[in-house]
């Protein structure tokens, strides 16, 4: 078994690019059959969804945002990211993000999906891959990641980093990391539904 200290060193999370997006795209449909991300996914419709979230998540394509329909529910701009998790050079997992600023300046971000490959599961990948994002971010960033109750191995990571649980209901969990008052958290939660 691999040290936490190789992990630390051989681990890196860059931009993803158009060609991560079949090995994104596979742990998408593998963590909607595990019941990790919603089963709409897995209709033809719901393949063609997950794509355009995926294509409008790479960093080229997000600043191209007359392609992509807005959703009438955000009151914010909200900027797209794809981010690779890569583990000695193979990619071994993503994460997409959403950014937004508040009133205040700080600034939001939205984990609203991230995976490991199967077969690497329980060795500390995800874990790795959450506290690389969160060391990547400036003091004032506040983080949000949304599970629902099938996504145990997330809600343990968020949980032992000390991100704080709130019950939205229909079975999702929101974990933060910062200071948000309560109402902020309900006009997040209502906008991602």
Known sequence: MTSISNLLTDTSIHDASILDIPFIFDLVVRGSLDGAFTDSFLSSTGYIAALLSLFASIRFFSKLQFLWPRNKKHSKD?????????YQGEPIGFLQIKTFQEKDGSVVKIIDKCAIKYELRGQGHGKNMIN????????????????NKYAQSMQRI???????RTSVGKGLNLYTLGSFEQEQLDAIAENTR
């Open 78 to 86: 909200v900027e797209r990211e794809l981010l690779v998790c890569t």
């Open 158 to 164: 968020f949980r032992r980093m000390h991100f704080r």
């Open 132 to 147: 690389l994002f969160v060391a990547m971010q400036p003091a004032n960033t506040k983080l949000i990641a949304f599970c």
